[in-house]
């Protein structure tokens, strides 16, 4: 297991990851950090705690918008899909029924033999 030091407002944390895994991990601290950013520019100085809070809560929010988005997206396939299925279904069913007309036609013909 690797440990990587990330630094978070200005603190620095040991944290351990999976091997290999120390870029994305201190790629994730940047995002933090681009957020409590954003929070001192919009808010000012406050204290650490609320600094993080509001921080999480951009984060939060990003993801859950992310999620609802995803959720839709989903729906949009889920239809897409099923009017895909419902035409190939169209299609087999065509193609089944000239299969019946053809095989009766053969069979008419055998009968009349």
Known sequence: MAQVTITINGY???VGCNDGEEPHLQAMAKVVEQHIDLIRQIGGQSGE???LALSSL???DKLYEMEKYIASLEKQ???QKLKQ???ENQELRKKLDDFAERAESIAEKLNLS
């Open 77 to 79: 396939l889920d239809k």
């Open 49 to 51: 705690g609320r600094i």
């Open 12 to 14: 620095g944390y040991t």
């Open 85 to 87: 299925l419902q035409k």
């Open 58 to 60: 951009l984060m939060a």
